[in-house]
């Protein structure tokens, strides 16, 4: 049974920051691009950031270029997005997706709760 299951989500004031941390399980991590999507009250959900298998290629949205930095560790199968400098407007859920690198099938985790706020 697939699982992901994310974890680092919290409340955090403007300016500030968090790590959210995805733990994959049941599948083979290393075949597998890894993303995190958002989504805010009354909104679609969004693509916040991307990596490929090998590491060498990341993609942001352009809301959270140069404040966010996803990575992953194949060993630990775990992927993470460092979020700095965040804003209220970064408050949504987050959610974990893998997708297989050639039959593009994908798993969603259940989301973790980010709210910015004074």
């Known amino acids: 049974q697939v699982q992901l299951v994310e974890s680092g989500g919290g409340s955090v004031q403007p300016g500030g920051s968090l790590r959210l941390s995805c733990a994959a399980s049941?599948?083979?991590?290393?075949?597998?691009?890894m993303n995190w999507y958002r989504q805010a009250p009354g909104k679609e959900r969004e693509l916040v950031a991307g990596?490929?298998?090998?590491?060498?290629?990341?993609n942001y949205a352009d809301s959270v270029k140069g404040r966010f930095t996803i990575s992953r560790d194949n060993d630990k199968n775990t992927v993470y997005l460092q979020m700095n400098s965040l804003k209220p407007e970064d408050t949504a859920v987050y959610y974990c997706?893998?997708?297989?690198?050639?039959?593009?099938?994908?798993?969603w985790g259940q989301g973790t709760q980010v709210t910015v706020s004074s």
């Open positions: 990596i490929t298998i090998d590491e060498r290629n990341t």
């Open positions: 049941g599948l083979t991590f290393s075949r597998y691009t």
């Open positions: 997706n893998a997708v297989h690198r050639i039959f593009r099938h994908d798993y």
